[in-house]
């Protein structure tokens, strides 16, 4: 019955023009590509939508499938594709180096390497001046937690639940969400403590939150006082005197969390957890893999939306548009405790990906993506929070720059989670009008807007108008 449902909803969303022709799909016919998925790769690698997308190739914030079709990719391979899909710079650039030198590894100097660990950490402030390049988010985690233990001699380390900090044995004892979490041991020496979520946790309400949209939800602050900021530090408080020994080797957090749907914290939590940690002998961790080069508009790096400095700095994802590369940033004395012996990396920091980890530094700065991502962000976050004053059943949207949330819920007094079946058929809607978008939270309820950074406010008002829509179509489904 369902199949016959038509919508009386039409859509006035015309997507914006590009002048980008692709070129015509010439491998095999998609049903073909299916059987392949089917008995060659890996079923724990899940696609997105009923009907798979086959992905054929990608320019700026546009992607193309093999029948030609064009998409609007508001979630960027997964807050990956920073500069835009095959940015002519860092194509170039990678081109260049793979004609000259793939890889020798870095027992030898070679250019790539030292050019790009010199530009890469002159975008942090001192004593953050050290780098260790790896090849993903969940190996520089990884280093980051032997790192704090090794230079503490403390092992345990704190982490907050909802947080994705990868998915190595190692790491899977930070990530804090169960559909990550498999029935082997882990976590030794991980532990977890309470999430600062003012939508859904017990505080919060409509000041607490650094983004140009607050939550519906009231708020019991005062001038001056974040009364949810200090029940949350109370929270954390808590779990150090209980829950770990006198001494700890560190506490890892994103400045925003990413998979769990641009989940942020009241001001001044961070700041206040990383003093409790550093009295207890412990380094601090900021896991930027996905807040990291101007992604939140109005800094660099998320850490400094907080007003703080880590120890430890983890990168990846936009770092390389896309190159499978990561690292780890630090200080020169934690760093030589990992001196102490041999650790190797192979792959990490290779010329190719030196190369086009440079190449998005220079894109960043030259096409301005960080006022861009401020600007179009703040439009976005501001469109999107209209359509949560109009439908019940947007409870949250929230984030900075272009790193945005969007939480579905049954009716915003219970906050209840908005089941699957309806949050996929809104997702379908907005794909079959061509606006991919992300999913994520612990029950998928949020929408993860995170785009390419190079993206338009007339992106922004077709995307929205797409959404609109597939809301006004599911509220007649509802009826």
Request: hydrophobic share 35%.
């Given at each position: 019955?369902?199949?016959?449902w038509?919508?009386?909803?039409?859509?006035?969303?015309?997507m914006p023009?590009?002048?980008?022709?692709?070129?015509?799909?010439e491998?095999?016919?998609?049903?073909?590509?299916?059987?392949?998925?089917?008995?060659?790769?890996?079923?724990?690698?899940?696609t997105?939508?009923?009907?798979?997308?086959?992905?054929?190739?990608?320019?700026?914030?546009w992607?193309?499938?093999?029948?030609?079709?064009?998409?609007l990719?508001?979630f960027?391979?997964?807050?990956?594709?920073?500069?835009?899909?095959?940015?002519?710079?860092?194509?170039?650039?990678?081109?260049?180096?793979?004609?000259?030198?793939w890889?020798?590894?870095?027992?030898?100097?070679?250019?790539?390497?030292?050019?790009?660990?010199e530009?890469?950490?002159?975008?942090?402030?001192?004593?953050?001046?050290?780098?260790y390049?790896?090849?993903?988010?969940?190996?520089?985690?990884?280093?980051?937690?032997?790192?704090?233990?090794?230079?503490?001699?403390?092992f345990d380390?704190?982490?907050?639940?909802?947080?994705?900090?990868?998915?190595?044995?190692y790491?899977?004892?930070?990530?804090?969400?169960?559909?990550?979490?498999?029935?082997?041991?882990?976590?030794?020496?991980?532990?977890t403590?309470?999430?600062?979520d003012?939508?859904?946790?017990?505080?919060?309400?409509?000041?607490?939150?650094?983004?140009p949209?607050?939550?519906?939800r009231?708020?019991?602050?005062?001038?001056?006082?974040?009364?949810?900021?200090?029940?949350?530090?109370?929270?954390f408080?808590?779990?150090l005197?209980t829950?770990?020994?006198?001494?700890?080797?560190?506490?890892?957090?994103?400045?925003?969390?990413?998979?769990?749907?641009a989940?942020q914290?009241?001001?001044?939590?961070?700041?206040?957890?990383?003093?409790?940690?550093?009295?207890?002998?412990?380094l601090?961790?900021?896991d930027?893999?996905?807040?990291?080069?101007?992604?939140?508009?109005?800094?660099?790096?998320?850490f400094?939306t907080?007003?703080?400095?880590?120890?430890?700095?983890?990168?990846?994802?936009?770092?390389?548009?896309?190159?499978?590369?990561?690292?780890?940033?630090?200080?020169?004395?934690?760093?030589?405790?990992?001196a102490?012996?041999?650790?190797?990396?192979?792959?990490?920091?290779?010329?190719?990906?030196?190369?086009?980890?440079?190449?998005?530094?220079?894109?960043i700065?030259?096409?301005?993506?960080?006022?861009?991502?401020?600007?179009?962000?703040?439009?976005?976050?501001?469109?999107?929070?209209?359509?949560?004053?109009?439908?019940?059943?947007?409870?949250?949207?929230?984030?900075?720059?272009?790193?945005?949330?969007?939480?579905?819920?049954?009716?915003?007094?219970?906050?209840?989670?908005?089941?699957a079946?309806?949050?996929?058929?809104i997702?379908?809607?907005?794909?079959?009008?061509?606006?991919?978008?992300?999913?994520?939270?612990?029950?998928?309820?949020?929408?993860?807007i995170?785009?390419?950074?190079?993206?338009?406010?007339?992106?922004?008002?077709?995307?929205?108008?797409?959404?609109?829509?597939?809301?006004?179509?599911?509220?007649?489904?509802?009826?």
């Amino acid at each position: 019955r369902q199949q016959k449902w038509k919508s009386s909803v039409s859509t006035q969303a015309k997507m914006p023009p590009c002048d980008f022709v692709p070129e015509k799909y010439e491998s095999y016919p998609y049903e073909h590509m299916q059987k392949i998925r089917e008995q060659n790769i890996a079923p724990s690698l899940r696609t997105y939508y009923k009907k798979p997308l086959l992905l054929h190739q990608g320019h700026m914030q546009w992607l193309f499938d093999h029948e030609g079709r064009r998409y609007l990719d508001l979630f960027a391979g997964i807050v990956t594709v920073s500069v835009g899909h095959c940015h002519p710079k860092v194509t170039m650039a990678t081109q260049k180096q793979l004609a000259r030198l793939w890889h020798t590894t870095n027992i030898y100097m070679y250019p790539a390497i030292h050019e790009y660990a010199e530009k890469l950490t002159s975008l942090f402030p001192d004593p953050l001046k050290v780098v260790y390049l790896t090849n993903s988010g969940s190996e520089a985690n990884d280093l980051a937690m032997f790192m704090a233990r090794l230079h503490t001699c403390n092992f345990d380390i704190i982490c907050l639940r909802g947080g994705y900090h990868g998915g190595s044995p190692y790491t899977l004892g930070l990530t804090s969400l169960t559909p990550y979490k498999h029935g082997v041991a882990n976590g030794f020496g991980c532990t977890t403590t309470m999430l600062p979520d003012v939508f859904r946790g017990p505080w919060g309400g409509s000041h607490c939150r650094d983004s140009p949209v607050q939550t519906v939800r009231k708020c019991s602050c005062t001038e001056g006082a974040c009364h949810a900021k200090d029940q949350y530090i109370e929270q954390f408080k808590d779990t150090l005197n209980t829950s770990v020994p006198k001494t700890v080797a560190g506490f890892i957090a994103e400045p925003m969390q990413g998979v769990n749907g641009a989940v942020q914290y009241p001001r001044n939590f961070l700041k206040e957890a990383y003093q409790l940690i550093r009295e207890r002998g412990g380094l601090c961790i900021s896991d930027e893999v996905q807040t990291g080069f101007g992604r939140t508009g109005s800094h660099f790096w998320g850490f400094q939306t907080h007003g703080v400095v880590p120890d430890i700095v983890t990168l990846a994802k936009g770092i390389g548009n896309g190159f499978p590369m990561a690292a780890v940033v630090t200080t020169k004395e934690i760093a030589s405790s990992l001196a102490q012996n041999l650790h190797f990396n192979t792959f990490g920091g290779n010329p190719l990906a030196c190369a086009a980890g440079a190449a998005v530094l220079d894109a960043i700065e030259e096409d301005s993506l960080q006022k861009n991502s401020e600007d179009v962000g703040t439009y976005m976050l501001l469109e999107l929070a209209k359509l949560r004053d109009k439908f019940e059943i947007v409870g949250d949207v929230r984030g900075k720059g272009l790193m945005i949330g969007v939480e579905m819920v049954t009716d915003k007094d219970s906050r209840s989670p908005l089941p699957a079946e309806e949050i996929n058929q809104i997702w379908e809607d907005c794909k079959d009008m061509g606006v991919l978008i992300g999913r994520g939270g612990l029950y998928s309820q949020t929408f993860r807007i995170k785009p390419p950074m190079c993206i338009t406010k007339r992106d922004v008002d077709f995307a929205v108008e797409v959404l609109h829509t597939a809301l006004q179509r599911h509220m007649e489904r509802a009826a």
